[in-house]
């Protein structure tokens, strides 16, 4: 059974960097027809789908967010992670990381618990 | 990007109606289309991909249709587990995006 699990810190100050990682378990990062994503959730609110980066490297930004995100992964670790620069308390949300299944039909199956993101000023 | 809209955005309904919300897309996205319910503190989960095929694990009272711009999903008779928030979402581009989310409340 894949798990996903979010972790970093919950407090951020405007205008300094949010940092995410999100660590797989049950199954390994590189299988072949998924990619890795981002969601986030402001209170109250809808879901925002933030991007994905796939194992080889690629990724594909929400043009919303692309001039301030950075995502990676670290198949040796089995995660990968989010940066956001300059946040402000708009970046306030929970963020979801999740499994994207490209091999058919596409979708997202597994999603991590989500960790709350507070920005202050 | 492709939008998704939601209707209605809330409805009451009692244990054992039947329910159907549905979603619109902007533009055509064939049957790329998923529906997710979230619990509150909870992460969405995967009900309905393809517009029509049920995950594994989820109840057959819920089912998805419609191809295009417009679909379906219909809760056939909701029981207590079922009052939640719904969301469609279109995987039709590489840019992902949401419904508004649709709350079905206790009556």
């Known amino acids: 059974q894949v798990q996903l699990q979010e972790s970093g810190p919950g407090l951020e100050k405007a205008s300094e960097t949010l940092s995410l990682t999100c660590t797989v378990s049950g199954g390994s990062i590189s299988s072949g027809g998924y990619s890795w994503s981002w969601i986030r959730q402001p209170a109250g609110k809808g879901l925002e789908w933030i991007g994905r980066?796939?194992?080889?490297?690629?990724?594909k930004y929400n043009p919303s967010l692309k001039s301030r995100l950075t995502m990676a992964v670290d198949t040796s670790k089995n995660q990968f992670s989010l940066k956001l620069s300059s946040v402000t308390a708009a970046d306030t949300a929970v963020y979801y990381c999740?499994?994207?299944?490209?091999?058919?039909?596409?979708?997202?199956?597994?999603w991590g618990q989500g960790t709350l993101v507070t920005v202050s000023s | 990007d492709i939008q998704m809209t939601q209707s209605p955005s809330s409805l009451s309904a009692s244990v054992g109606d039947r329910v159907t919300i549905t979603c619109r897309a902007s533009?055509?996205?064939?049957?790329?289309l998923n529906w997710y319910q979230q619990k509150p503190g909870k992460a969405p989960k995967l009900l309905i991909y393809?517009?029509?095929s049920l995950q594994t694990g989820v109840p057959s009272t819920f089912s998805g249709s419609g191809s295009g711009t417009d679909f379906t999903l219909t809760i056939s008779s909701l029981q207590p587990e079922d009052f939640a928030t719904y969301y469609c979402q279109q995987s039709y581009t590489t840019l992902w995006t949401f419904g508004q989310g649709t709350k079905v409340e206790i009556k």
């Open positions: 999740a499994r994207e299944d490209w091999s058919g039909s596409r979708y997202s199956d597994y």
């Open positions: 393809a517009a029509s």
């Open positions: 980066i796939h194992t080889s490297g690629s990724t």
């Open positions: 533009q055509s996205i064939s049957n790329y």
